[in-house]
Each structure stands twice: as C-alpha cells, then as structure tokens.
C-alpha cells in the first residue's frame, strides 16, 4: 500500500522495535515463570473440552478460543506452562502493538518505549494475560482495527479498510464486542474531517472482507437460532451480574488500569481533542462512546479494558512531545530526572497492585496481603461474595481434588454399574475438569447442561445411576429416588458453590433423554 508524503514521522528512524521488545519479553516471561503458582482456571478447562468438539460457533463464545485450544493442545500439548504461553504471547504482543500505535501518533524513541512501559502496567492485563481464555487476544483485534484507521489516516490510503475488515472479521470469532468498538470507531471518523473515508468504495471491500471472516459463525447462530443472545437475556434476567453506579464503574476503571497509569491516559484523551491530535480525534470519541456504553449497559469493568491502548499510547506521545518542548531546552537534567521518574512510577504503581493479580505469592501470604489491602477487590458477580479469594484465583483451585473424589465414588461401582453412571455436573467448569483430569482416574467424559455441554447432549445415559457434582441433596431429591452423600469437598480456597457435597443418586424420576431439553441451563 502506498504512502503519501508529509506523514509526521517522516525523516525519522523506522519504528525502534528495541525497547518495548524487550519490555514485551521480560512480561512474557514472567507470565511463564508463574504459570504453575496455582492451577488451571475454570474457563480453560471448558475451552480445552469445546476443543473437542469443534464447531463453528458455541453457545457462550464464537469458535476462535477453541481453535486456539486445538492447536495448543497439537503442538505443545495441554501442560499449564504450555497452555498459559498463548495469552502470554498475546499480552507480549499487546504492549508491542500499543508501541507501533503509539509510533503512529507521532512517537518516537522514548514515546514508543513509553507505550510499551504503560500497555504492561494495567493491572487488568495480569489477570488476562494469566488465564487460557478470549479475554487475552481481544485487545490484539481492537488495537489492530485502530492501527489499521491510523494507517489509514496516516498514508491517505483507504486500503487499509481491507485491513481492518479483516481484523474486524477474526476479531467477531474471538469476541462478539469488538463489533460495539468497530461501530463507535466509525462513528468518531462521523464527527471528524477524517469523515472522507467513510465515503470510499474501500470501506465496502473491508466489510465484505470482516463478513467472509465471520459468516461461519452467522451461519452456526441461525442454524441454531441465536444461542448467544437467549444467553445473555438469561443472564440479565438471573441478576447474577453487579450492577455498578456510574461512579463505581469509573472509580473500578481507574484501579484495574492501575492509578498510576491515569494522568497518562487522561493525558492521551486530551491529546485526541488538542490541535496536536486532531487528525486522529476519532479515536478519542471512540474512547468516550465505549466507555459510555459499557457504563450505561451496566458491564463488567473489565469489558471497556481493550479500548485502553489507544489512550494510553496517545498519552505516550503527548507526553514525549511535551519533553521536547522548548521549555526543557536548558534543563537536560531535569528532562532527563523526569524520565527516568515516569518510568519508576509506573513500575512502583503495578509493584504495589501485582499480587493481587498476578499469582507472585503463595496463596497463604496472599490472605496476609489481602487483610491489610486498603480497599475490597472489586466483584463482577454475586457469587463472589462470600468467597475468600478473588475469583480469578479462586476458580484456579480444587478442579484436580474434585475429580479425584469423584473417581473414589465411581470405582466404589461395580463394573457393571459403572458402564451405566453418569458423572453429570452443575457447570461447565467442574464438566470441563471432569474431561480433562479425568483420563487419569479412568472416568468417562461428564455430561452437564450448561452452556455448549448442552448441545452435546446425554449420550446413552438414562438417569438409572448418576453421580452428581455442584447439588444440594435436598435439591437432588426431586429429581432422583435415592440421593445419598458420597464425598464431601471443603477446599476454602474454592468458590463458595464449588463446595457442595458429591452425590450419589439412583433412578432419575424422569429419564435423562426425554428430560434433556427442559433442564436446559443457559446462564
């Protein structure tokens, strides 16, 4: 694609790939030195099972996570390093990909190096990039869009809505969401002069492009009549979710971006909305409609989190042209104090944050950590109130017991008896570490009727015995004539629901094939 003259960063070096490479490598390395802290998050363990089915679509989640996870488990294979490498890779990428946005707006060496220090300082990100699951490639797909647009801007090249098209289009097989931010994207070219791209017959060739990309999965939703949506319709009619106030949304966005990243990001919009940015303004209404509409949706804090990098690498290149500002002319000792102190305060800032996010400390000095923590660790869900760890550690505990007791009372079976049991569980996170822990206690695959497990159906069991994960006995009393309790799990550290008994159940009132399609759990 050609490149119009005049461009800001003409006459200049190529983009200096030095230092936020090495930034990158020493985050992605730390990611792989802690992989084995605790244990495999409940999310992955469904991914890995959806990787056995592959499919065009699923019912919580379009098809790309599971891909991934066929492919992971094809190379390196399953192992916990092996399998958290990917969303280390990604966060890697993440920060390398911020720099080059950041180039785009006019950085330079310091800018750049600088976009790369604040895109691995977000605390959000620790927690992401730990975890096998979409959240860890989602800012990739936002980030590149817009990079796409800044070329775009950048060159006066309308080609580059191929581009985008089809980062756009991969991205809709990562995430439905990033469809809101492509929208508010080209709503902020609407209200800029950068309109003009909006009127090239380019940006039909990138549509056309991000539909090739995601017309598998269309095709999976109607054929399956748009399981996703019935989803989240269920979940908003549960209650599940925490319904924040605006200020609350706000005051959790500044503390999983970590607060010292904020006069930067802040610094970026402003840069967006000032003369030196004005080419670019699109991206800061961008910002504001997708922060607005994650607040007046009533969305988890974490979701607006992919929109950050565009903030924060304008907040980088702002902050490099205002050291070159002739006011720092005579006082290279302070340009260069000042620095040398944003780049401390950074670390210090995530330093101070980091165990409650990264698992840098073993679970017992954790709790210690957590007692004398200033504030409460923002929670998504009501089921998280009464648990003693933050979700995203306490979802990595007590898969491998729960399976290990599960095997007790399946080979306390005879044989016989054992070809007609059901391990049938509440969710798909204890189906997940059913089938993937189960291979080493010689169980067969669960059934559950949660999520995508539902559309895999009962295979051949009836109900005649069952045993039964995440159930209270007296709720399981409805459905079977013998309920009794065949283990019990107590790990503190696990979710408060993940601590129900393990059940032995016999002659299922209604049999399991029949019954299937109304004790459909979709939520």
């Known amino acids: 694609m050609s490149e119009a003259s005049g461009t800001p960063n003409e006459g200049k070096p190529r983009f200096p790939f030095l230092v936020p490479t090495i930034i990158a490598a020493i985050y992605f390395l730390a990611h792989l030195a802690t992989a084995t802290r605790y244990g495999y998050f409940r999310d992955a363990l469904y991914y890995l099972a959806c990787s056995e089915h592959l499919a065009w679509g699923y019912v919580d989640q379009p098809p790309l996570i599971a891909f991934i996870a066929w492919i992971a488990r094809r190379t390196l294979g399953d192992p916990l390093p092996a399998l958290l490498l990917w969303p280390a890779l990604a966060g890697a990428a993440r920060i390398v990909l911020t720099a080059a946005f950041a180039r785009e707006l006019g950085a330079n060496k310091f800018g750049t190096a600088l976009a790369a220090a604040l895109a691995t300082t977000p605390a959000v990100w620790y927690v992401n990039d730990h975890q096998f699951a979409m959240n860890a490639f989602e800012p990739l797909f936002w980030t590149g869009c817009a990079f796409a647009v800044a070329r775009m801007i950048h060159t006066n090249n309308p080609k580059w809505w191929i581009v985008f098209g089809a980062i ?239 095997a007790g009372v399946y080979h306390s079976l005879t044989l016989e008896e054992q070809s007609r049991t059901a391990i049938f569980a509440s969710n798909y996170g204890e189906a997940g570490a059913v089938d993937f822990f189960g291979s080493r206690y010689g169980l067969p695959k669960a059934i559950c009727t949660h999520q995508n497990y539902f559309l895999w159906g009962p295979r051949n069991y009836t109900g005649e015995i069952v045993i039964r994960i995440g159930t209270k006995p007296e709720d399981a009393r409805d459905y079977y004539e013998s309920v009794s309790v065949a283990a019990t799990l107590n790990n503190p550290y696990t979710m408060p629901y993940e601590r129900k008994p393990i059940l032995l159940c016999r002659h299922r009132k209604k049999n399991l094939q029949t019954d299937w399609p109304d004790i459909k759990n979709w939520d």
């Open 168 to 406: 756009g289009g991969l991205g809709l097989e990562n995430k439905y969401s990033i469809a809101a931010f492509a929208f508010f994207l080209l709503a902020g070219l609407l209200l800029t002069p950068q309109r003009k791209f909006l009127f090239s017959p380019w940006i039909l060739a990138g549509g056309f492009t991000a539909l090739l990309f995601f017309l598998p999965n269309l095709l999976w939703n109607i054929q399956h009549h748009w399981p996703f949506l019935e989803l989240m319709r269920n979940i908003r009619a549960s209650g599940r979710d925490v319904v924040s106030s605006p200020a609350a949304f706000l005051a959790q966005q500044i503390l999983i971006m970590t607060p010292a990243t904020l006069p930067f990001w802040l610094g970026g919009l402003w840069f967006y909305f000032s003369a030196a940015g004005e080419r670019f303004r699109a991206f800061g209404w961008a910002f504001i409609f997708t922060i607005g509409f994650f607040l007046l949706a009533h969305g988890k804090n974490y979701y607006s989190a992919p929109v950050y990098p565009l903030v924060l690498a304008a907040g980088a290149a702002a902050t490099e042209k205002l050291l070159a500002s002739a006011r720092f002319d005579a006082r290279p000792g302070m340009h260069t104090a000042l620095k040398v102190t944003m780049f401390a305060w950074l670390f210090i800032g995530i330093l101070l944050l980091l165990p409650i996010v990264f698992p840098v400390l073993p679970i017992d000095a954790y709790l210690r950590y957590q007692k004398h923590l200033p504030f409460g660790v923002p929670k998504s869900e009501h089921n998280q109130d009464e648990a003693t760890l933050p979700q995203h550690y306490a979802d990595e505990f007590g898969w491998e017991d729960m399976v290990a007791q599960v």
